[in-house]
C-alpha cells in the first residue's frame, strides 16, 4: 500500500499533465479531422469530406513525398558530414577531444532564428557569397546564390542539424574498444580495411541514432523553408501551418497533420529496435 | 613529428567544419558594429549605436522579458513534474509502465507543428484564449521528455543501494527522496533546468500557433524579419543574447559532465 501511494504522489501529476496537454490535443485533433468547418456552426457538422479530399489531392501527396525526401537527403548529408568530424574528434583529437566537441556544439545555442536570418545575409543577392563571386569576377552582377530554393533549405537544416548528429556518432565511436583496432593492426589488417570491419559497423548504432534524430524534425520543418525556401523550397509542414493561419481550414490542416503523426509512428514502430539509441544514449 | 605533418587532412576538415558552423554567427556579431542600416556588404564601417539603440527597443526588450520569466515558469513546471516521472520510472515497476514511458518520449519524436497545432485546436475547443500561458504549456511538453532523459539518467548513474542504506538506517522513503536522491542528483536536475529554459527561450515552431497578443523574443524576431530597416538592432540583441546562452549553456554542459 505503501508503495503504490508513492508510486501514485510522483506518477500522478506529470501523467495528468501529459494527458490533458499532450493526449487529448492528438485526440481532438483527430476528431477535428471529421468536421465540416474550423468555426461556429460548420465545426458541430461531422463529414467525411477532408479525406476525400486528401486523398483526391496529388499535390498534398507530392509533397509529402517531396518532403521526405527531403528529410532523407538532410539526414544522408547530415550524417556523411558528421562523421568524419566524430571520427577525428575521437581518434585524432587526443586531449582536445571535449573541448573541440564543445566547440562544435555551442553554435547551437545561437537563437535558431537568427542564425536562419544569417544564412539569409549569405546567401542574398548582396550577400557574402554573391559579393565574394563578384569580387572574384565569377559572376557579372549581384545576385542570390541558392537563396528561395529547396538546396538552401537543406544548407539551412544541415546547419542547424550537424552538430546534433555528430553528438551520437561521438558517443558510438567513443565506446569502441580501442584494443580491438589494435589487434586487427596486429593481425596483419591495413588501416582502411579495419575501419571497414570494425569501427564502421561498431559506430553505426550511433549513425542510425544520428539519421533519425535529425529525419524526424525535419520532416515536420516549416520555419526554415518559410524563411529561406520561397516557392520551390515548400514543404509539407508549410502546407498544415497554412491551413492554420491563412487557409483557415483547420479540419484539413488536423488531417494532414493526422497522417504526418501516423507516417511518424509507423516509420518509428519499423524502426522500434533502433528506438532506445535515440537520445537516452547520449544523456548516459 | 613535423608541423606540417600535424595540419592532416582531418585536421583541415575539422577547422572546414568549425568555420561553416561559425561563419552564420560571425556575420551576426559583424553586423552588428556595422555602421549602416542594411545587412549587406561591402561593409561601412565601426559604430556602437545599434546597441546603443538597443537599450532604447521597448518593444523587443519586453519580449526579452516575457521570454525569460516564461522561460523560467516552464522550465520550473517541466523540471518538476519531469524529475517526478523520472524518479518513479527509474525506482518503481508498476503497471503502465511501459505506456507512460511511450506518451512522455512521444513529444521528442513528434513534429513541431503537429504539437503546435493540436495545442491550437484543443485551446480553442474550451475556448481559452491564447497568452503566454498557453505558450507555456507548449514549452513544458516539448520539454519534459529531455528533463525525464537527463535526471533518469543520473539516476541510473548511482546505485540505488544508497538510498537502500538511508532507509535501513530508519529514514522514511521521503526523507530518504529529499536528504539523499534529489542531492545525489541535484547537478542533473540544475542542468535539466538550464537546458530547458534555452530551449524554451529559442522555441518558435510551437509558439506561433500558441501565443496571443504578448510576444515571446522568438515570436517577436519573427514579426520583425519583414522590416529590414529593425534588422541591425534584430542581429545586435542576437550578439548579446548569444553570449549570454553560451555562458548559460557551457555551465549547463559543465554541470552534467562533473561527475
Same mark, same amino acid.
Given at each position: ?26 485526440? %481532438? ?7 465540416? !468547418? ?5 465545426? #458541430? ?14 499535390s498534398? #501527396? ?16 547530415? %550524417? @556523411? ?8 574528434? %575521437?581518434?585524432?583529437?587526443?586531449a ?38 563578384l ?24 546547419y ?46 550511433g @549513425? ?19 524563411? @529561406?525556401?520561397? @516557392? ?8 498544415? #501551418?497554412? #491551413? ?8 484539413? !490542416?488536423?488531417?494532414?497533420?493526422? %497522417? ?8 518509428? !514502430? ?15 | ?12 576538415? =575539422? ?5 561553416? +558552423? ?6 551576426? &556579431? ?18 556602437l ?5 538597443? *537599450? ?5 526588450l ?7 520569466? +516564461?522561460?523560467?515558469?516552464?522550465s520550473?513546471?517541466?523540471?518538476? +513534474? ?9 525506482? =518503481? ?20 507543428? &503537429? ?24 514549452? &513544458?511538453? &516539448? ?11 543520473? *539516476?541510473?548513474?548511482f ?5 537502500? $542504506? ?12 529529499f ?14 533546468? +538550464? ?8 522555441? =518558435? ?25 529593425? *534588422?541591425?538592432?534584430?542581429?545586435? *540583441? ?5 553570449? $549570454? ?15
Open positions: 500500500m505503501n508503495q503504490r501511494s508513492r508510486i501514485a504522489v510522483l506518477m500522478i501529476p506529470p501523467a495528468l499533465l501529459l494527458l490533458f496537454f499532450f493526449v487529448l490535443p492528438m485526440l %481532438v485533433m483527430g476528431s477535428f479531422s471529421f468536421r465540416a !468547418g474550423s468555426f461556429g456552426a460548420e465545426r #458541430q457538422i461531422w463529414t467525411l469530406d477532408n479525406y476525400r479530399d486528401f486523398l483526391a489531392s496529388t498534398f #501527396q507530392r509533397l509529402l513525398l517531396k518532403s521526405i525526401l527531403v528529410a532523407l537527403r538532410t539526414s544522408l548529408y547530415c %550524417v @556523411v558530414l558528421a562523421y568524419p568530424a566524430a571520427y577525428y574528434l %575521437v581518434f585524432r583529437a587526443g582536445k577531444r571535449s573541448t573541440l566537441l564543445t566547440l562544435i556544439l555551442a553554435p547551437a545555442w545561437t537563437s535558431f532564428l537568427l542564425r536562419i536570418l544569417s544564412w539569409k545575409m549569405i546567401l542574398s543577392s548582396e550577400g557574402l557569397l554573391s559579393s565574394l563571386l569580387s572574384l569576377g565569377l559572376i557579372e552582377e549581384g545576385r542570390p546564390i541558392l537563396l528561395y530554393s529547396m538546396n538552401a533549405v537543406i544548407v539551412a537544416l544541415i542547424s542539424w550537424l552538430p546534433f548528429v555528430a553528438l551520437p556518432i561521438f558517443a558510438a565511436l567513443q565506446r569502441i574498444d580501442k584494443s580491438l583496432l589494435e589487434a586487427a593492426a596486429d593481425l596483419g589488417c591495413p588501416p582502411w580495411k579495419a575501419f571497414l570491419r570494425v569501427t564502421l559497423p561498431l559506430s553505426l548504432p @549513425v542510425a541514432a544520428g539519421f533519425f534524430f535529425i529525419f524526424i524534425p525535419t520532416l515536420g520543418e516549416w520555419v526554415t523553408p518559410a524563411l @529561406v525556401g520561397g @516557392v520551390d523550397g515548400v514543404m509539407y509542414g508549410n502546407i498544415i #501551418q497554412s #491551413q492554420f493561419v491563412s487557409a483557415l481550414n483547420w479540419p484539413m !490542416g488536423s488531417l494532414m497533420s493526422l %497522417v504526418m503523426l501516423l507516417l511518424m509512428l509507423i516509420i518509428l !514502430g519499423a524502426l522500434s529496435r533502433f528506438a532506445y539509441l535515440l537520445p537516452l544514449e547520449e544523456a548516459k | 613529428m613535423t608541423r606540417r605533418s600535424k595540419l592532416s587532412g582531418g585536421t583541415l576538415y =575539422f577547422i572546414a567544419v568549425v568555420a561553416f +558552423l561559425y561563419l552564420p554567427i560571425l556575420m551576426l &556579431v559583424i553586423f552588428s558594429f556595422n555602421d549602416s542600416v542594411m545587412l549587406i556588404f561591402p561593409l561601412k564601417g565601426f559604430t549605436k545599434w546597441y546603443q539603440a538597443l *537599450l532604447g527597443a521597448t518593444e523587443l519586453r519580449a526579452v522579458r516575457n521570454s525569460f520569466f +516564461l522561460g523560467i515558469a516552464a520550473a513546471v517541466a523540471t518538476t +513534474l519531469g524529475t517526478m516521472a523520472a524518479l518513479g520510472l527509474m525506482r =518503481f515497476r508498476f503497471p503502465g509502465r511501459g505506456l507512460f514511458l511511450a506518451v512522455a518520449a512521444m513529444p521528442m519524436v513528434i513534429p513541431y507543428v &503537429v504539437l503546435g497545432v493540436a495545442l491550437l485546436i484543443l485551446f480553442s475547443s474550451l475556448d481559452i484564449p491564447r497568452s503566454l500561458v498557453t505558450v507555456g504549456v507548449g514549452h &513544458v511538453i &516539448v520539454n519534459i521528455p529531455y528533463v525525464m532523459l537527463i535526471v533518469a539518467a543520473r *539516476l541510473a548513474g546505485p540505488a543501494s544508497l538510498e537502500e $542504506a538511508s532507509q535501513d538506517l530508519g529514514a522514511t522513503y521521503w526523507q530518504t527522496l536528504k539523499v536522491t534529489l542531492p545525489i542528483c541535484a547537478p542533473a536536475i540544475l542542468a535539466a533546468f +538550464l537546458s530547458s529554459f534555452t530551449t524554451s527561450f529559442d522555441e =518558435f515552431a510551437v509558439s506561433f500557433f500558441l501565443s496571443g497578443s504578448e510576444a515571446t523574443l522568438p515570436i517577436y524576431l519573427y514579426s520583425q524579419l519583414r522590416f529590414p530597416l529593425r *534588422l541591425p538592432i534584430v542581429v545586435t *540583441l542576437a550578439a548579446v543574447v548569444m553570449v $549570454a546562452s553560451i555562458v548559460l549553456l557551457s555551465f549547463s554542459e559543465w554541470l552534467r559532465r562533473r561527475e
